[in-house]
C-alpha cells in the first residue's frame, strides 16, 4: 500500500507531515508510510501523557495559568494537551463548594509528577517531529508487492 502522502511534492509533505505529528503524535509516520515507527511513537507519547494526567488529575496538571512554562512543553503534544484541557474545564473549581480540593485538585509529588510527565511527553513529540521532517524529505520509495504465492523467490 502506497502511503498517503506519496504524490505530494517534498515541501507540502513534510508540513502535513509535521502538522500531523504535532496533533497526533505519530500521525506524520503513518502519514508517510512507516506504520510501525508511526504505531510505536503514537502509544508511546499517549501513554506517558495520559499516565501524567492519571497521576496527578486533570484539573491542574495542564494549567496555563498555574503552570505557564511547563505548560510550553505540554502544548507540544498537540491534541492531548488540548483533550486535556477541554476535559479540565468542565471540571467545577472545588473552592467555594462543598466538595472536598483533594479530590479534584493532586497535591505534593504526584502533582509534580504528572506535570513532568506530561511536559516530557511534549518535549518527546517535539523530537518525533523533527524525525518526520528528515524522513518526510526523503522520497517515498513504493513498497513492492509480495509476489504471488506470498513467497519471495528463492535464492540458489
Known amino acids: 500500500m502506497a502511503a498517503p502522502l506519496a504524490s505530494i511534492n517534498t515541501t507540502a509533505r513534510m508540513i502535513i507531515a509535521a502538522l500531523a505529528t504535532w496533533l497526533v503524535p505519530g ?3 503513518l502519514l508517510i508510510g512507516d506504520r510501525v515507527r508511526g504505531i510505536a511513537f503514537l502509544v508511546t507519547i499517549t501513554l ?3 499516565t501524567g494526567v492519571a497521576i496527578g488529575g486533570v484539573k491542574n496538571t495542564v494549567s496555563p495559568v498555574d503552570r505557564t512554562l511547563w505548560f510550553a512543553g505540554q502544548i507540544c503534544a498537540g491534541g492531548h494537551s488540548f483533550a486535556a484541557l477541554a476535559w479540565a474545564s468542565t471540571i467545577p473549581s472545588p473552592y467555594g463548594t462543598d466538595t472536598p480540593a483533594a479530590s479534584v485538585i493532586g497535591y505534593g ?3 509534580e509528577v504528572s506535570v513532568v510527565y506530561t511536559a516530557i511527553a511534549g518535549m518527546l513529540n517535539i523530537l518525533i517531529i523533527l524525525d518526520v521532517l ?3 524529505e526523503k522520497p ?3 513498497v513492492p508487492a509480495k ?3 506470498g513467497r519471495p523467490p528463492r535464492r540458489t
Do not use: I, K, N
Open 140 to 142: 517515498l520509495v513504493p
Open 109 to 111: 509529588r504526584a502533582e
Open 27 to 29: 500521525a506524520g509516520h
Open 134 to 136: 528528515v524522513r518526510a
Open 48 to 50: 506517558t501523557f495520559w
Open 147 to 149: 509476489p504471488p504465492g
